[in-house]
């Protein structure tokens, strides 16, 4: 028999708002996270002074001071995020077995600023002066096991790395537990916290970031011709996913059917994505394979949409490829256009995105889509609106050719 993967918990916490309700009230509405950063973020050198930070971020709203002092930023938003899907889910760890619930989390680049302040203190006060949280701080893998330490989580548990494909991994890997019979239930997402001096530096250098610093909010402009790079953003997206019959049975909401996941590799080069789409294409197309899904049926994309240039010309290439004859008639919109790049945790919140758009008939829009490039030439949905949405796909790729594409169905579409 076959096993259905089905959402029934989201825990976004994202620059336009922590929790379901706030951040899809912001996503409705229009609403950018982008702002000035460099008051908080020293950038002295660096032309970039723009970013999508979480704002009014408390910790210890989530977890007790303790745990704060011993988990990175990104750790404490993934411990948020998961809090927030668990009470979503209205999922009681008691009252499921331990052993059948796993954690898959992943991440970009893990605990950088923990990275960051050590070698500092090590360099300034010398090597005593290192924190006793150090490496369990900066491990990718921390994530997962936080969260997993935290509810009693007993199933498959381990990070995931693959840069800005990371998030959207989590949850494809997530699903194919579920679907092999290794677990009942799994929790999935991203986190990300690495708006740092180095980061920027490094990503400046490369090219890859807007540098519209005068005006923030028009700066993360995906598919638009005057798109000049991505935005750095920080946050966390968690989902609960659990086996149908395993919902059902606690008398969960299901929220929407993760029905397909596909993953490639471009194999091509270490930053920029196949310049024809075809990697993008294979991940699209072996994840409708996988939901048992025509073209046609796609009612929205929820793009990658960086807002760099090769980007979003060859992820409108790789729609075109994976939808064919679809791709003129399909809606498409990128949710970085709002929260900027949260690169690592960017796969899961935009799942989380796609899926309340789904569960709203609304697709929120592409921001400063003014003036469409002639190469990124599909209906990127410059002007928000209303959609019966029964089927979308998500897509999300990572530096080093990493693709990711998951196919998700209304709570109503399953029998």
Known sequence: MTRRVVVTGLGPVTPVGIGVEAFWDALFSGRSGVCRVDDRVDLEGIPVKIGAPVNGFDPLEYMDARRARRVDRAGQFALAAASLAMRDAALDPRKIAADRFGVVAGTGIGGLETMADNLTVLAERGARRVSPFFVTRIMPNAIAAEISIEYGFRGVNFGVVSACASGAHAVAVGAALIRAGLVDGVMVGGSEAVMLPITYAGFTKIGALSQRNDEPHRASRP????????????????????????AAARGATVLAELAGAGMSADAAHITAPSEDGSGAAAAMTLALEDAGVRPEQIDYVNAHGTSTELNDAAETLGIKRALADAAGSVKISSTKSQIGHLLGAAGAVEAIATVLSMRHGHIPATLNLETPDPACDLDYTPRSTDLDIRVALSNSFGFGGQNVALVLRTAGAID
């Open 223 to 246: 598919f638009d011709r005057d798109r000049d790079g991505f935005v750095v953003g920080e946050g966390a997206g968690m989902l609960i996913l659990e086996e149908a019959a395993h």
